[in-house]
């Protein structure tokens, strides 16, 4: 990919420049640009939902039967699996994660493209039990134009996850990328066009989501979102859709507490609770990063924990070995490093890293390490609030009652996870956690087949599933009359008319 080239984005099908400020895509390990593009300006906006909403109505694809559109899908699932190795290297470069790590977002992203195809093709409307002299049925019917805005972390997996069902279901949709990684959306685009899919049925929109995003969720025409962010720009996004009596789906922060009983496996456990806070350099909304270990065993794994922590292999996204890559901006960063602060002027001991990683290639990008506090206490700022890094707060606790109720102690309850050898106990603990995904003796393991979604400030709505499909769908219910003679009402009023 060359610098000096600007992108075109996808407005309802067109391919051509954004009329918006020109911007590039920068790579988060050197800082250096990886792509230029015009943002699209408000009246791309317009243009983009007006285009999908004719192709929506005019396209035919909302028409075509259930096995047709799969065969679609199946193709992108085909396509995105033959051009895996560029798509991943492209995420590479969009957001800095390992190339380990973003050929696993890709392969999922291929495999979400499959499930929701077979969801669509094996989706059952269903005839209910009728109670009078009718045959009442239950059917399902796409909405229209879908935004799906989406955050910088992961983008090929959430925008497949979107994409995907709202497809399948009929609708034709328009993604709100985040600005700072918008090249693979527009890949995404180009592969569902060549897969068959009509032009306008998918547009990408790069830019402010304070401009671009706001102007999709008001627009009259855009008759759902689905969006993955932060809790702030959720709450917004659910106020405007309350205004406009719109669907909403939000995917949005989390705290989530790990949590380590007496009896763990310490190998597993020790694993787990590494790779749940510190893989994608902890940019998750699922990391594990309220870490409560049974005081009996806190000492012993606190040393173990801490000694693979320091192992971890920081560095060159392009390494095949590297295991964290670097934050994902500046900004970022000192956002992160912002948080350390807090926790040491909070009484936080600092028991692995904590400071920037400096000297060679990691002078160039946003390096961070992994970081370990402890000596704070669950209401402290740092363990209520999302840092979006690769910072663990490990705290040790005496029974199970007082366990409990600080592991809720959250706004947020998007994920929790329990190690333990006892399974009756672990499901027990597992049943009174609040949160929306609860692992045991495993933790940030993804199935597309299992719904995912928060409760509280974490958020509405689940995705994936065989049912994800039909969040992107309104319900209709059909009544047939079967009746030999007129409605009774009816019949009684013509007989005493004159
Ligand atoms: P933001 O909420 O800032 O951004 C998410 C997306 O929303 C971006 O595309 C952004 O555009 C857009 N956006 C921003 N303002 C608006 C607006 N007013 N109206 C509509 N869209 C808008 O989150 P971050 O990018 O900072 O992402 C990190 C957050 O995402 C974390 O809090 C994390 O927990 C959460 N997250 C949740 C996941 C889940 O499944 N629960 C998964 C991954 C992340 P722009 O980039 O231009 O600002």
Known sequence: MTTEQTLPICIAGQWRLGRGERYASYYPATGEAVAWLNAASLEDVEETVLGAHQAFLHSGWAQRKPHERAGVL???AQLIREQSEELAQLQRQDNGKPIGETRNLVASAAGTFQFFAAACETLEETITPSRGDFVTMSVYEPMG?????????????????????ALAAGNAVVIKPAEITPLLALQLARICEEAGL??????????????LGDALTQHPLVKRVSFTGGTRTGKHIAHIAADKMMPVSLELGGKSPTIVLDDADLDHAVAGVLYGIFSSSGEACIAGSRLFV?????????QRLCAAAATIRVGNPEDETTQMGPLISAAHRESVERYVALGLSEGGRLRLGGERLRGGDYDKGFFFPPTVFEGLSNDRQVCQEEIFGPVLVAMPFDDETDLVKQANDSIYALAAGIWSRDYKRAWTLGRKIQAGTVWINTYKQFSISTPFGGWRDSGLGREKGRLGILQYMEQKSLYWGMNEQPLAWASEHREVAP
Request: net charge positive; hydrophobic share 45%; charged share 15%.
């Open 74 to 76: 199946y193709r992108i």
């Open 145 to 165: 134009v879908v935004a799906a805005i989406t955050p910088w972390n992961s983008p090929i997996a959430s925008e497949a996850q979107k994409v995907a069902p």
């Open 198 to 211: 009509p032009k306008g049925m998918i547009s990408v929109l790069p830019g402010k989501g304070s401009v």
């Open 294 to 302: 049974a005081r009996s065993l806190y000492e012993p794994f606190m």
